[in-house]
Each structure stands twice: as structure tokens, then as C-alpha cells.
T-cell receptor, first 108, second 114 residues
Framework: RKEVEQDPGPFNVPEGATVAFNCTYSNSASQSFFWYRQDCRKEPKLLMSVYSSGNEDGRFTAQLNRASQYISLLIRDSKLSDSATYLCVVDGGFKTIFGAGTRLFVKA | DAMVIQNPRYQVTQFGKPVTLSCSQTLNHNVMYWYQQKSSQAPKLLFHYYDKDFNNEADTPDNFQSRRPNTSFCFLDIRSPGLGDAAMYLC?????????????FGDGTRLSIL
């Protein structure tokens, strides 16, 4: 079993749609969780950290479920510019593991 | 404005010819990381420096080495590149290790092997 698993997609959604991604992790001792966004042939960029109580940044909402060992990202009112690969990142303090990413295509 | 700078953006080398990739940062972060990313795969951590302390991942081949001469700079040396080493190499920094320490990435160096 991979340490961090994501549905690779692709998710094809129309503009304005709501889309959700899940990510599961295997190490119950993991401490920090992040979502990164990566555009084609570019570097990953931090989208948001994920906190135990859940957190929101504009159209983006992240949640953490420690009991089930998964994190989620919800994107509301999708824009064309949201098209990218979304990487789940789990950090145990001394080891950072990236998921392989979920590809999102938002179409007009 | 760039805070993590990688040079060059594109590097072409010959099979077996040593190559060095460069990373610099203006963030004064303690930790610097090197990742390898192949197409449609997750970035794979090769090693990181916590200040001057080098931390190698167990599955990183001996062919890959790193140097951090000062806080700002970190180098990735590939001693004898093979065709399988063609990839994007990403440098990242974080202020510290531990909880809630997001990493900031450079633009990456795309390495091609002839």
C-alpha cells in the first residue's frame, strides 16, 4: 500500500461546478497535511495547509479526518484557471510524502 | 521576487557525464530539499539538509550527492547520469522541520540525458 494515495483522475468538470478530492495516508503518526497545486511542467505551489478543525480559503475548503486517515479538498465554483494537478502532502515531521496527484480539467 | 531559484532551467548532459544542478534561496530557511519528479509521478525526496546536517533517503542511489556550502546554496551532483535519471529536479526549502512547515519550491531543472 502506498503511503499517500490519491485518485489520479482526471476529473473533467464544467465551470461553476463543485469538485472534491480525497487523499488517504497510511502513517497514523503523520503530523502535518497540505494541498499543493502543480501546473503542467511547473513546480508545486502551496495551496493550503490542512488543519484538524477544517479550514477554508475562498472557494477552497480542506478537511482532515484523523480517525479514517484521509484529507479532502473541496473546490466550489470551479474556474478554468483551476485546471491543474492537486497534490496531497503528508508530513511526519522528518519525512514528507507526496501523493501522485489528481488531475483536474475545468471546461467552459 | 523569486525566493527559491534553480539553475539552469534546462540541462542536457551526456550519458555518464557528471552534472551539477544549483539551488539558492533568499528566505533564510534552515531546511533545503532535493526532489526528483518524473512525468505523472509524485515528487520523490532524494535528500535534505537541516542546516549543515545531511539526511539521505534510504533508497536514493549513491550516484546522487549533495552539497550545502552555506545557508543560501545547495547543489545536486549526479556523478554518472543514466537514461533513467532524466527527470525534473525540484529544490524546496522550509523554515524548519516539524509541524506545519510548508515547503517552497523553485521552478525546477529539467534534465535530459543524451
Amino acid at each position: 500500500r502506498k503511503e499517500v494515495e490519491q485518485d489520479p483522475g482526471p476529473f473533467n468538470v464544467p465551470e461553476g461546478a463543485t469538485v472534491a478530492f480525497n487523499c488517504t495516508y497510511s502513517n497514523s503518526a503523520s503530523q502535518s497535511f497540505f494541498w499543493y497545486r502543480q501546473d503542467c511542467r511547473k513546480e508545486p505551489k502551496l495551496l493550503m495547509s490542512v488543519y484538524s478543525s477544517g479550514n477554508e480559503d475562498g472557494r477552497f475548503t480542506a478537511q482532515l479526518n484523523r480517525a479514517s486517515q484521509y484529507i479532502s479538498l473541496l473546490i466550489r465554483d470551479s474556474k478554468l484557471s483551476d485546471s491543474a494537478t492537486y497534490l496531497c502532502v503528508v508530513d511526519g515531521g522528518f519525512k514528507t510524502i507526496f501523493g501522485a496527484g489528481t488531475r483536474l480539467f475545468v471546461k467552459a | 521576487d523569486a525566493m527559491v531559484i534553480q539553475n539552469p532551467r534546462y540541462q542536457v548532459t551526456q550519458f555518464g557525464k557528471p552534472v551539477t544542478l544549483s539551488c539558492s534561496q533568499t528566505l533564510n530557511h534552515n531546511v533545503m530539499y532535493w526532489y526528483q519528479q518524473k512525468s505523472s509521478q509524485a515528487p520523490k525526496l532524494l535528500f535534505h539538509y537541516y542546516d549543515k546536517d545531511f539526511n539521505n533517503e534510504a533508497d536514493t542511489p549513491d550516484n546522487f550527492q549533495s552539497r550545502r556550502p552555506n545557508t543560501s546554496f545547495c547543489f545536486l551532483d549526479i556523478r554518472s547520469p543514466g537514461l533513467g535519471d532524466a527527470a525534473m529536479y525540484l529544490c524546496a526549502t522550509s523554515r524548519d522541520r516539524g509541524r506545519d512547515q510548508p515547503q517552497h519550491f523553485g521552478d525546477g531543472t529539467r534534465l535530459s540525458i543524451l
